[in-house]
């Protein structure tokens, strides 16, 4: 039922909600009370100067009446009810529920908001108190200036005939340890209070490099026209205010130095001619192309009209590239989710697996997913090539029933029963 055939559940609920009976609106407007309940039940359309006597008496304005709830209250039910497994023909009655119970459309909504950004800090949390450095740092600088701290008092305490000089001295020390406790707990609490999403600061080389990358929206028109420039690369480096390390600088200086390698083996222009042709299908387009599944998939990347995002991970599962995609959620201290095709082609050089991803959680969206895996440097005899894994990901065009169920990592995923869970969810009950 579209959202204008339900004017007359809408008339009805403000009518109710009013405390105002169905004849003395009806008398009001000036129509019998047995029309104003073929319009409450959907069965007369209505318009014109009907509809503008009916809200006049109502107190409301027309389009409340006419176009009912806002899209992101509808988008708000609906995303509800995907999270609760709804589904068949009482999900799509989203804008039938908000036309009749406007009141309840709207706490349900907002309750599903609030869902969602908690689930947005638990994650988050969750991911700095098990694997942030720097707050494994401030603990331990925490415990141990509390332990000299109270052995320095237990000497105090038990030592009845210490000299005055020693006692002036374990005095001398509880000060300056306490001092040094408290402005560490202050550390640590600014830190903690601290928006992760809108701090600048990055706490290691791989947040400086993706800072860098966002910064430049993962593209360097420089390169593409210089392509493997050492005096390019090195001044973007020098010059950006992102990079503040030497190995910032340094990863940042590999990771430029692919971007030049495929820009000098296929032009952005060359992909896009491609891809109008065979569309966003990269073993046709690496095959049309003459050119390996990983450049196309890294290339493809640097279209800002595909919105895609990318990963790449090296030999030991470990994620050293990320272009981030809205949905997509990649865990920045915790381990990935094993399921993802990035890590199931590790090993298999020239395979390319291709996998319909739902991932769980307060995002709850699906995107296709394109991943292979690549030798780096030449061959060698009896040495094992390195390799790395390279995955695309693009957002999906329209819902598959084949899916696979995945999460963003395994301390916030839903999945019950998942073979690959390495730690319990703190999503689940008594965890």
């Not at 891809?275 to 990347?301: F, H, N, W």
């Amino acid at each position: 039922m579209s959202r204008e055939a339900l004017t007359g559940s809408r008339i009805r609920e403000r009518r109710v909600m009013a405390g105002q009976k169905q004849a003395d609106l009806a008398k009001e407007i000036g129509i019998s009370a047995s029309y104003l309940n073929l319009i409450e039940h959907n069965r007369r359309r209505i318009g014109g100067k009907l509809l503008l006597n009916i809200a006049n008496a109502l107190g409301v304005e027309p389009t409340a009446l006419t176009e009912g709830a806002e899209a992101a209250l509808i988008a708000s039910l609906r995303e509800a009810a995907d999270d609760a497994g709804l589904s068949g023909p009482e999900a799509g009655r989203a804008d039938e529920f908000a036309g009749r119970f406007p009141g309840w459309a709207d706490v349900l909504a907002s309750a599903q908001r609030r869902i969602a950004t908690l689930e947005r800090t638990v994650e988050t949390l969750t991911d700095r108190l098990a694997h942030d450095p720097h707050l494994a740092a401030s603990m331990h600088e925490l415990l141990t200036t509390a332990a000299a701290i109270r052995s320095t008092a237990s000497i105090l305490a038990d030592t009845k005939t210490l000299e005055p000089e020693w006692r002036d001295r374990f005095h001398v020390n509880i000060d300056q340890d306490s001092r040094r406790l408290a402005d560490s707990a202050q550390a640590l609490v600014g830190y903690l209070e601290a928006d992760p999403e809108a701090s600048s600061v990055a706490n290691s080389p791989q947040e400086e490099v993706e800072a860098f990358l966002a910064a430049h929206r993962f593209s360097f028109a420089t390169l593409e026209v210089a392509g493997l420039d050492a005096g390019a690369i090195e001044k973007l480096t020098q010059a950006a205010p992102e990079l503040q390390s030497v190995a910032g600088r340094h990863i940042a200086a590999n990771v430029l130095q692919q971007v030049a390698r495929d820009a000098n083996a296929l032009s952005i222009s060359a992909l896009r001619g491609a891809l109008d042709t065979l569309g966003p299908d990269p073993v046709a387009l690496a095959m049309q192309l003459d050119q390996p599944v990983a450049r196309i998939l890294r290339r493809m990347a640097a279209l800002p009209e595909l919105g895609a995002g990318l990963l790449v991970c090296d030999r030991s599962g470990t994620v050293i590239f990320r272009k981030s995609i809205d949905g997509f959620v990649v865990p920045r201290f915790g381990a990935c989710c094993p399921l993802w095709p990035l890590f199931s082609v590790l090993g298999q050089t020239g395979v390319v697996a291709r996998e319909r991803l739902h991932q769980l959680g307060r995002a709850s969206s699906e995107f296709d997913c394109i991943a292979t895996c690549e030798t780096l440097g030449p061959s060698s005899y009896n040495t094992p090539p390195l390799v790395q894994a390279v995955m695309l990901i693009l957002p999906a065009r329209e819902i598959a029933s084949a899916r696979l169920d995945v999460g963003a990592t395994c301390r916030v995923c839903p999945r019950d029963g998942c073979p690959a869970r390495r730690e319990p969810s703190i999503l689940y009950d008594g965890v």
